[in-house]
């Protein structure tokens, strides 16, 4: 019997559109990306398992290269079980690496940074084929001011004010986080925001877009801006862009 074998840790990498689903998380009634790899595994082994990812993202958001990891007693080799999963998984959703790992791994605890990628439009028109994946933002705005701005947020700060509420946050909760690098830079059509850090708070990133927007059309300026990263007022920066132009690119580990 299985239960009877040795419990392994496994660790995959996931790749996935996030357009139709509600995000990471098993929510109830509701398809996300972590209940579609557990409903899979079962079906192969026909044992359940907890997928503990990396992080949560939200609905609508993408991810090249999520981190996440489960303990099993099934002895289905990594390279088989990869096939199986991606024979099974909808093609929105696709595991490129399945490895085993010490039994200590942790996707979340054990990460030690994330990139995360927002992809803004800036032309007319934008095509339908890419639509999906970007924020489409045909409007006045100055880009340059923006990407002045972006490296603003790196260093240690407390961002209570980029963070969308919460319940999981307690009074206590700390929201202090360390940016290693914020950039924007221009490539072609598009704006693209690429910030790395030991972790984000829930609508960071699409928060902190948002707000550097709001720098290109002049309602905020420098000083401003500087003023909210010492635990500013939510109400005082940008708007929560879309999710469909978010991308989780990489998560890292001292390994």
């Not at 030690?112 to 007319?124: A, C, G, N, P, T």
């Not at 980029?162 to 221009?186: C, E, N, Q």
């Not at 850090?197 to 877009?209: A, C, D, P, Q, S």
Request: charged residues 20%.
């Amino acid at each position: 019997m299985l239960a009877d074998k040795p419990e392994r840790r496994i660790r995959i990498t996931v790749a996935y559109d996030g357009t139709n689903f509600h995000g990471w998380q098993v929510q109830s009634g509701l398809v996300t990306i972590q209940s579609e790899l557990q409903r899979v595994f079962f079906a192969l082994s026909k044992t359940p398992i907890l997928v503990q990812g990396s992080g949560r993202t939200d609905a609508g958001v993408h991810a090249l290269a999520q981190v996440a990891a489960f303990t099993t007693a099934s002895p289905i080799p990594c390279v088989n079980l990869l096939r199986a999963m991606n024979h099974l998984l909808p093609g929105a959703i696709r595991v490129t690496k399945a490895e085993d790992v010490a039994p200590g791994f942790h996707a979340r605890h054990d990460a030690v940074s994330k990139l995360y990628e927002y992809r803004i439009f800036r032309d007319e028109m934008c095509s339908p084929f890419e639509r999906p994946y970007v924020y489409h933002y045909p409007y006045p705005a100055n880009d340059q001011e923006m990407i002045d701005a972006a490296p603003l947020f790196e260093g240690t700060h407390d961002f209570s004010a980029f963070a969308t509420f919460d319940a999981r946050y307690s009074p206590d909760y700390s929201k202090v986080r360390t940016i290693f690098s914020s950039t924007l830079v221009r490539e072609g059509p598009r704006l693209i925001y690429r910030v790395r850090g030991t972790g984000f708070l829930k609508h960071m990133v699409r928060n902190l877009v948002g707000t550097l927007i709001e720098v290109g059309k002049g309602n905020l300026v420098t000083a401003g801006l500087q003023k909210l990263l010492t635990g500013g007022s939510r109400a005082e920066c940008g708007p929560t862009v879309p999710p469909g132009g978010l991308f989780l690119v990489e998560v890292t580990y001292k390994d």
